[in-house]
């Protein structure tokens, strides 16, 4: 079965900090699928980025940056210069290959990051 | 491009009352559809999926249906509510191929009294 943990509950940071969001994924298929998510107040989730099983290089999007690392199962998240607007919940989701053509989400619980003017 | 419809933003319904939450998707043939609930400080949970017309796949046993009767039309249904189904209901639409991500609606927050 698969999992994902994200054990930070919740982060609060002064702007202009970075912050690091955990996100530690199980799985026993060789073929899956990352995401990160984000839920502002207003509740809509909003996809930030995906990454495949088979490429564990870093990608860098403006003040984002994802750290992949199948060796421990890991997919963090990192904000640098964090501004108030990033202020929302966070969600690392994982999804296996399925040959249906569907591939349900698991969430993991979420780290609700609170950056403080 | 493609967006996803999802209907009401906010319903208050009474212990027992019937329910039937609307999502419809736009710019797009034959995609997969979803619907999650969040509970309150909680994570998502998948309730259902659906790869096409009349199937429909349920991922935890529980009072609430689904159904699909047009390509981009999915909607939640519940005979009987209880109060445990309050929660915030979300839709989603991915491409067919596996893995893609999936795009949600703006979600309907459900009270039961």
């Known amino acids: 079965a698969q999992k994902v943990t994200q054990a930070q509950t919740e982060i609060s940071v002064v702007e202009k900090e970075d912050v690091t969001l955990d996100c530690v994924y199980e799985?026993?298929?060789?073929?899956?699928?990352l995401f990160w998510y984000k839920q502002p107040p207003s509740g809509e989730l909003v996809f930030l980025i995906r990454?495949?099983?088979?490429?564990?290089q870093n990608e860098i999007s403006g003040r984002y940056s994802w750290n992949f690392q199948k060796s421990t199962s890991s997919f963090n998240f990192t904000i640098t210069a964090s501004q108030v607007v990033d202020s929302a919940v966070y969600f690392c989701a994982l999804t296996e290959r399925s040959g249906g053509g569907a591939d349900g989400l698991t969430f993991g619980k979420g780290t609700h990051l609170i950056i403080q003017p | 491009s493609q967006t996803i419809h999802q209907w009401p933003a906010t319903l208050v319904q009474p212990v027992g009352s019937p329910l039937s939450l609307e999502c419809t998707v736009e710019?797009?043939?034959?995609?997969?559809l979803y619907w999650y609930r969040q509970a309150a400080g909680r994570g998502l949970q998948l309730l259902f999926y659906?790869?096409?017309?009349?199937?429909i796949s349920s991922e935890v046993p529980q009072n609430l249906s689904a159904s699909r009767p047009q390509d981009r039309q999915f909607i939640l249904s519940s005979k009987k509510l209880l109060l445990s189904d309050s929660g915030f209901y979300l839709c989603?639409?991915?491409?067919?191929?596996?893995?893609?991500?999936?795009?949600f609606g703006d979600g309907t927050r459900l009270s039961i009294l």
């Open positions: 989603a639409w991915s491409g067919g191929q596996g893995g893609q991500p999936q795009h």
């Open positions: 990454r495949n099983s088979f490429d564990e």
């Open positions: 799985t026993r298929d060789t073929t899956y699928y």
């Open positions: 710019g797009t043939s034959n995609p997969n």
């Open positions: 659906s790869v096409g017309i009349g199937q």
